[in-house]
């Protein structure tokens, strides 16, 4: 069976300071990989989704990036965070032609 | 403009009764359409999806329906438990990478 991990779990980070979450996915192949970003009260906002290694596409202009080194890795980054990028951050694999997003445990970043 | 808005916000109900939530959208194309429930804290995982042809998908106690018509879709939750208690998203496709979240619904369930 499928599985997916996110980690950290929780994280709280000083503005400017940099950023990398790591999310990764067990029992499957080239998988499309989605990085979101949930704000209280707000529906999900997609950051950044993924078809391949290498292969990153970015939904909004942001202070934010990510990388696919592996066929089943995805990292979010940034360099120097912001108290904006606060915020409950999930990670998403699908079968490539799927119809569903299967959603990692997400990882919760404060900025302060 | 594609939108998904669901109602209401957030409801509070005792354990045992039944509740409806809906979800109204104007997504264009219309792939399917999904509700998720969202522990706090936790990730979304999917109690239905459903394409344009299917009006109506049960798992247990979770009825969704969908009237690709009138763009709307319900989530019926039967004899609420307190581990019903979560947000309950609507989350309509357009294909592809398209997709687009309601901000969901908060749901109470009170003993």
């Known amino acids: 069976s499928q599985t997916i991990h996110q980690w950290p779990a929780t994280l709280v980070q000083p503005v400017g300071s940099p950023l990398s979450l790591e999310c990764t996915v067990e029992g499957t192949s080239n998988p499309n990989l989605y990085w979101y970003r949930q704000a209280a009260g707000r529906g999900l906002q997609l950051l950044f989704y993924?078809?391949?290694?290498?292969?990153i596409s970015s939904e909004v202009p942001q202070n934010l990036s990510a990388s696919r080194p592996q066929d089943r890795q995805f990292i979010l980054s940034s360099k120097k965070l912001l108290l904006s990028d606060s915020g409950f951050y999930l990670c998403a694999w699908r079968l490539a032609g799927g119809n569903e997003q299967f959603f990692g445990p997400g990882t919760r970043l404060t900025v302060l | 403009k594609n939108q998904v808005e669901q109602s209401p916000q957030s409801l509070i109900i005792l354990e045992g009764k039944n509740c409806t939530l809906q979800c109204n959208y104007t997504v264009s194309p219309f792939s399917n359409l999904r509700w998720y429930k969202q522990d706090t804290g936790r990730g979304p995982v999917s109690l239905t999806i459903?394409?344009?042809?299917?009006n109506t998908k049960s798992n247990g106690r979770y009825t969704a329906t969908l009237d690709a018509d009138t763009k709307q879709s319900s989530l019926h939750i039967t004899a609420s438990q307190l581990s019903d208690s979560a947000s309950y998203i609507c989350v309509v496709s357009r294909g592809g990478f398209k997709t687009i979240f309601g901000a969901g619904t908060r749901l109470f369930v009170k003993a």
């Open positions: 459903m394409t344009f042809s299917e």
């Open positions: 993924s078809v391949g290694i290498g292969q």
